[in-house]
């Protein structure tokens, strides 16, 4: 998401974000015009970085090997209309490979890793384009379908013709195939809900959701919750919980652990006295700076922890764990 020439242009990247969560739209929206503070990619997010370029990179040679005719938009200015310029005039050419497509059609835009040539007519001669994107992931997520329809139906206007399918070179370098026909409604649903959210700002509370691990203003958010002793502070409770709670009123995090409610619609019972126990839990230590627990009775002897034998000088405890980022990830088994 960026502005230029007092126009805000969005990316594939923003569709993907909304479909993440809705608040996130919201700020970077706000950060457009008053630059929010943002949190440092972890070193983890610059690995998986580092080795989606590497990735990105061993494809180019791949088709390179190939004996394809290549045009790298790569290395041009950070310039918009020279990108685009330069990304219609290789089409034109009928080059085999485009590698950095700058695809445009207002309010959208973005860069497509590559755009392969195929025979099938178009106005821009005897062939026409398709869009390939490369994913470190072992299986399309349903976010690369999100990217590839975008830059699917922009390229179908540049060249008058609509791509036959879109497609995904995933880590282990398969070639996953798709027909954006299967998708088109659902996406041109999420850029009507993309726009109207962008152009009305409606009020989004930043829930915690999957993506704050990796979100650039997670802090920022969380900074929030905390302020607002959201109920999501209480350890281990989940959306929907939450939901019912606010529904009967209990807002806060002191709020649950004061509250008499003994039921509440859509929560057992059983739940309910547990977050309440959670939230007295955590409001004491607010309260006195001093840790404090509740020993609760197994359900059975025969259960867990209690199935272990009893300790001895032998006993070996240790922990290990597989590398998700090696080829083809790499795990461990023990028999």
């Known amino acids: 998401m960026k502005t230029v020439n007092n126009k805000n242009i969005y990316s594939a990247t923003d569709l993907c974000d909304h479909l993440e969560c809705l608040h996130l739209t919201s700020l970077k929206v706000r950060d457009l015009s008053e630059k929010l503070p943002k949190d440092s990619p972890d070193e983890q997010s610059k690995i998986i970085m580092a080795r989606g370029i590497a990735h990105e990179q061993r494809y180019l040679e791949h088709l390179r ?15 918009d209309t020279l990108r685009a310029t330069a990304t219609i005039e290789a089409m034109r050419n009928g080059v085999d490979v485009i590698y950095q497509a700058y695809l445009r059609d207002d309010p959208f835009a973005g860069y497509a890793d590559f755009l392969i040539r195929t025979n099938t007519p178009s106005l821009l001669g005897l062939f026409s384009y398709e869009v390939i994107d490369t994913k470190l992931a072992l299986h399309t997520k349903p ?6 329809s975008l830059y699917t139906e922009i390229l179908g206007k540049v060249q008058g013709l609509a791509p036959a399918s879109m497609h995904v070179v995933l880590g282990d370098n398969r070639r996953e195939s798709y027909a954006p026909q299967d998708f088109y409604h659902y996406f041109c649903q999420l850029k009507s809900d993309f726009l109207k959210h962008v152009a009305k700002q409606p009020e989004v509370y930043p829930e915690p959701c999957d993506h704050c691990d990796v979100c650039s203003f997670r802090s920022l958010c969380q900074n929030r919750r905390v302020q607002d002793d959201h109920l999501s502070q209480v350890a281990n409770i989940r ?3 939450i939901r019912k709670l606010t529904s ?3 807002l806060t995090l002191a709020q649950l652990a004061d509250t008499n409610h003994t039921h509440i619609k859509g929560v057992s019972d059983d739940s309910l006295e547990r977050l309440k126990r959670q939230a007295q839990l955590q409001h004491h230590k607010r309260q006195t700076g001093k840790d404090k627990f509740i020993l609760l009775k197994p359900q059975s002897n025969n259960l867990g922890l209690h199935t272990l ?11 290990i764990e597989g590398n998700p980022l090696v080829p083809e990830g790499l795990e461990y088994l023990f028999g």
């Open 248 to 250: 009967a009123g209990v």
């Open 143 to 148: 976010l690369y379908v999100i990217q590839l």
């Open 309 to 319: 034998p009893d300790p001895s000088e032998g006993d070996l405890f240790f922990d």
């Open 65 to 79: 090997g190939l004996g394809k005719s290549i045009a790298s938009l790569k290395d041009l200015p950070n310039d």
């Open 239 to 241: 959306s929907s919980q």
